[in-house]
T-cell receptor, first 112, second 113 residues
């Protein structure tokens, strides 16, 4: 059974800092890996998707990497802003992409 | 905005009553999903559909049934609601060039008393 772990569970940083969020998974036979953002009381917003054959994806200030062999992904956020404050979720897809297994998230607070 | 709506957005019900949640999409996507989100468990897949009348179970399907009679609607039914089904329920669809990215609706908060 696939298990996904995100560390740390919570993180507080000053504005402008670069930061890394970690995601690890137990079964390397994945279809893809997706990073989401969730604001309090809201749905999930897709940030980045990395195919199983890819090593990284970039979107603006966000960069996600994937190391399937070690079962790890990182989400790098450059020059953090208060608007980045949210919970970040990592999800690993198996079963042809139909079964997403989520981590419990990292709650990020970026302070002025 | 992935064109997904969920109804109702909030519901309070009593143990033992049937409850149906609706997910509606406007973009004719083939794949639709139901998840529940609980503190300490993250999001977990309940059921999914890969076409009209084609559905399959997820990780936590016990106590839930689904139906998809039209492409645009995916219904989740709790036949006899229990307090353990108090949760936030999210619907999702797959879209993108290779239908790989999942996009989520706004959620339904269900409280079972």
């Amino acid at each position: 059974k696939q298990e996904v772990t995100q560390i740390p569970a919570a993180l507080s940083v000053p504005e402008g800092e670069n930061l890394v969020l970690n995601c690890s998974f137990t079964d390397s036979a994945i279809y893809n890996l997706q990073w989401f953002r969730q604001d309090p009381g809201k749905g999930l917003t897709s940030l980045l998707l990395i195919q199983s054959s890819q090593r990284e994806q970039t979107s603006g200030r966000l960069n996600a990497s994937l190391d399937k062999s070690s079962g790890r992904s990182t989400l790098y956020i450059a020059a953090s802003q208060p608007g980045d404050s949210a919970t970040y979720l990592c999800a690993v897809a198996t079963g042809g992409g139909n079964k997403l297994t989520f981590g419990t998230g990292t709650q990020l607070k970026v302070e002025l | 905005d992935a064109g997904i709506t969920q109804s109702p957005r909030h519901k309070v019900t009593e143990t033992g009553t049937p409850v149906t949640l609706r997910c509606h999409q406007t973009e004719n996507h083939r794949y639709m999903y139901w998840y529940r989100q609980d503190p300490g468990h993250g999001l977990r897949l309940i059921h999914y559909s890969y076409g009209v009348k084609d559905t399959d179970k997820g990780e936590v399907s016990d106590g839930y049934s689904v139906s998809r009679s039209k492409t645009e609607d995916f219904l989740l039914t709790l036949e006899s609601a229990t307090s353990s089904q108090t949760s936030v329920y999210f619907c999702a669809i797959r879209r993108g060039q290779r239908e790989e990215t999942q996009y989520f609706g706004p959620g339904t908060r269900l409280l079972v008393l």
